[in-house]
């Protein structure tokens, strides 16, 4: 006959140390999540025959008072008199708050874009369309107040013929809860 005593006693010893390993993981896990922030960007716009709108949730870590990184989603879509698009994809973004009022950014963002435009060549009606892959890596400046952020960011790989917007500059407005 085996004795099982030993082997019995080693088991438990193991049951104790994961029950008290998940307790520590599920106590720094309330941690996490307190210092995780969630926001993003909502936007709609009309300009002539054009409509534009946009939704971006995002969420952001908050490793101390001065950093922050987190990732975001982006859904896009815009209707004009010779033009539709829609664009979708993902970033990652980092925050840098060298003191309070002032907030650095650097965000890298990677979208699908599906695009078509008539081309009106002595009336004969052309559709162009378009799919294709763009990442943008913007830096960005922000005045900071409170949980909202006001800049401008600048996209360093832009490209004129491919980028969703009109301008390497966009401004931003910027709210974490």
Do not use: C
Request: proline content about 3%.
């Amino acid at each position: 006959m085996k004795d099982y005593t030993n082997e019995n006693s080693k088991i438990l010893i193991l049951v104790f140390i994961i029950i008290f390993s998940l307790q520590k993981v599920y106590s720094q896990d309330q941690n996490f999540w307190s210092n995780v922030r969630f926001g993003g960007n909502i936007g709609i716009g009309f300009s002539g025959d054009t409509f534009n709108g946009v939704i971006a949730p995002s969420a952001v870590y908050d490793f101390n008072q001065w950093f922050s990184a987190g990732l975001g989603l982006h859904f896009g879509y815009t209707d004009g008199l010779n033009f539709t698009a829609t664009n979708y994809g993902a970033s990652i973004i980092t925050l840098y708050n060298p003191f309070q009022e002032l907030q650095l950014s650097a965000e890298f963002e990677q979208m699908g874009v599906s695009r078509s435009f008539d081309t009106d060549i002595r009336n004969n009606v052309n559709t162009i369309s378009q799919n294709y892959w763009y990442p943008a890596l913007f830096l960005g400046a922000g005045y900071r107040t409170g949980f909202v952020s006001i800049g401008i960011r600048y996209d360093v790989l832009y490209d004129d013929d491919k980028s969703i917007y009109a301008s390497p500059y966009s401004p931003f407005v910027r709210v974490f809860f």
